[in-house]
């Protein structure tokens, strides 16, 4: 595996496999690897014969001074991981080498930039992974780029701008993975305190009961959340928001009667955790950790599927 910290470089390696007609893969990422982040390398590791990950703190997207300082950073394992896991390319620019002096751009999905977190971290949050999203693209030019659902808003986002610049790469959207007790894995999970992760886990059951609500015959969206919504409180969760919405627009539904996506945002200590559950009213499917335990073997096989 290769470390690069510029574009030249990063095009100068990826120049030779390109023109011979090898698949390059992108996962764009943060840091902080966990078994998320490596769902997504080890699916393109599978698609793709050359792998690049991008690993860059984008400081624009941050709307909290304090959630940027704070967000967890270990290049040096993150390496490693990438590494074990056949990553051909590591890409780690430094700031000035992505947004030099004069940077002067901005690249804006509306509509689905304004909802949801867009409306509670502020519309700038989308437009910078907007921003920053379209430069990796740029940058990598891979033919299949790798997106988590556990970041739905943002997926729908990316394929948006993808869509409308005629970028010409594939988007992929891979499952959630999970820890044993439902909860979304997130390089933020590492800031939360013991009890904090007690609360944390009232987020995959809230998602949970709207899944069994739908399950047993629920349509009114209203008495959907708030069957989550009581799972949430009796663990003294006061979520920024439990909605029951569209899956393609993200407005809400004034009726369950067809898939929905129920999302939830809420802050647990000094973490701000968002996690989301697709609900097919035909399908009965496991959902957000059902049952409440994964075993070992099982959670394995969520993670190869990706
Ligand atoms: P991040 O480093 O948090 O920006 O995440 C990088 C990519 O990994 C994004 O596409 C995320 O949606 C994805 N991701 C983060 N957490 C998970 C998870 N628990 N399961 C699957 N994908 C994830």
Request: hydrophobic share 45%; net charge negative; charged share 25%.
């Amino acid at each position: 595996m290769r470390v690069v910290r510029t574009v030249a470089e990063l095009r100068g390696g990826l120049a030779g496999p390109r023109s011979a007609g090898s698949v390059v893969g992108l996962v764009p990422t943060m840091g902080a690897f966990h078994d998320g982040h490596l769902s997504l390398i080890r699916r393109a590791r599978r698609e793709c014969e050359v792998v690049v990950v991008s690993l860059f703190v984008n400081p624009t997207q941050f709307n909290e001074a304090a959630d940027l300082a704070a967000y967890p950073r270990d290049e040096r394992r993150d390496a490693a991981l990438a590494a074990e896991a056949g990553v051909d390319y590591l890409f780690t620019p430094p700031v000035a080498e992505v947004y030099p002096t004069g940077f002067a751009t901005t690249v804006s999905v509306a509509g689905l930039s304004e909802t949801l977190e867009g409306a509670h971290r502020g519309r700038g949050h989308f437009d910078a992974v907007a921003t920053v999203v379209t430069k990796l693209l740029n940058m990598v030019a891979p033919d299949i780029a790798y997106f988590g659902q556990k970041d739905v808003q943002q997926a729908l986002v990316i394929k948006q701008l993808v869509r409308d610049l005629d970028l010409p790469a594939r988007v992929e959207v891979c499952p959630t993975v999970r820890e044993p007790d439902g909860l979304a894995m997130s390089s933020r999970n590492a800031l939360l305190s013991e009890s904090d992760r007690v609360q944390a886990a009232a987020l995959p059951r809230a998602l949970r009961a709207a899944v069994r609500a739908v399950r047993s015959g629920e349509r009114d969206p209203a008495a959907i959340r708030s069957q989550a919504m009581s799972e949430l409180t009796s663990s003294g969760v006061r979520p920024e928001y439990f909605e029951l919405v569209s899956p393609d627009t993200l407005s809400p539904v004034a009726r369950i009667d067809g898939e929905v996506l129920a999302v939830v945002a809420a802050r647990v200590g000094a973490v701000r955790l968002i996690d989301n559950e697709t609900i097919d009213p035909l399908l009965a499917r496991p959902a957000a950790g059902d049952g409440g335990e994964h075993s070992e073997q099982e959670k394995l096989e969520c993670i190869a599927r990706c």
